[in-house]
T-cell receptor, first 110, second 116 residues
Framework: GENVEQHPSTLSVQEGDSAVIKCTYS??????FPWYKQELGKRPQLIIDIRSNVGEKKDQRIAVTLNKTAKHFSLHITETQPEDSAVYFC?????????FGTGTQLKVEL | GAVVSQHPSWVICKSGTSVKIECRSLDFQATTMFWYRQFPKQSLMLMAT?????????EQGVEKDKFLINHASLTLSTLTVTSAHPEDSSFYIC????????????FGPGTRLTVT
């Protein structure tokens, strides 16, 4: 089955700096790559996603890049704010079935 | 649109009892729903895929006789944890997806289960 690795597990940045989280996946058949933000005790919230036929997607301060050849995808958050502090999960999907990465605890410090 | 609810939001039960969790799609029909389990400070792990009108598909290592899934209608899936034990204490989250051809999954708010 699909295996998704995510790094780093924790990330501390200063407010206004950029944050980058990286994921790799194992199954070349994966065709959908969402990123979720999860606050403690809450449901995962989709923040951006990308399909396998696209290399990059941006939505305001958030961007995702996908390298299908290397089976890598990354989340980029620019101009970080304290409210960006949360756990972020990447995921890879074959059809409907999502496999999640291990998560990154992002802390944005004032 | 695409709202998923879960009930209850939290439940405490005694060891050996059974607990039922409901997952509802409020404004769309979901032929497929998914059940995840999330232990503290860990990722979401898919337990099973729930298909309306047919048997659920369980992931490797998930006991189908312990985690009973029923998807009797296009808007309701239930997960029953039978003979619960303290190690079953976890955050259980359902999701529904593939609305109108979209790949996006819509997550319920989760149910916090504590077994004493």
């Amino acid at each position: 089955g699909e295996n998704v690795e995510q790094h780093p597990s924790t990330l501390s940045v200063q407010e206004g700096d950029s944050a980058v989280i990286k994921c790799t996946y194992s199954d070349s058949a994966s065709n959908y790559f969402p990123w979720y933000k999860q606050e403690l005790g809450k449901r995962p919230q989709l923040i951006i996603d990308i399909r396998s036929n696209v290399g990059e997607k941006k939505d305001q301060r958030i961007a995702v890049t996908l390298n299908k050849t290397a089976k890598h995808f990354s989340l980029h958050i620019t101009e970080t704010q304290p409210e960006d502090s949360a756990v972020y999960f990447c995921a890879a999907s074959i059809g409907d079935k999502l496999t999640f990465g291990t998560g990154t605890q992002l802390k944005v410090e004032l | 649109g695409a709202v998923v609810s879960q009930h209850p939001s939290w439940v405490i039960c005694k060891s050996g009892t059974s607990v039922k969790i409901e997952c509802r799609s409020l404004d769309f029909q979901a032929t497929t729903m998914f059940w995840y389990r999330q232990f503290p400070k860990q990722s979401l792990m898919l337990m099973a895929t729930s298909n309306e009108g047919s048997k659920a598909t369980y992931e490797q290592g998930v006991e189908k006789d312990k985690f009973l899934i029923n998807h009797a209608s296009l808007t309701l899936s239930t997960l029953t944890v039978t003979s619960a034990h303290p190690e079953d204490s976890s955050f259980y989250i359902c999701s529904a997806g593939s609305v109108g051809g979209s790949y996006e999954q819509y997550f319920g708010p989760g149910t916090r289960l504590t077994v004493t």
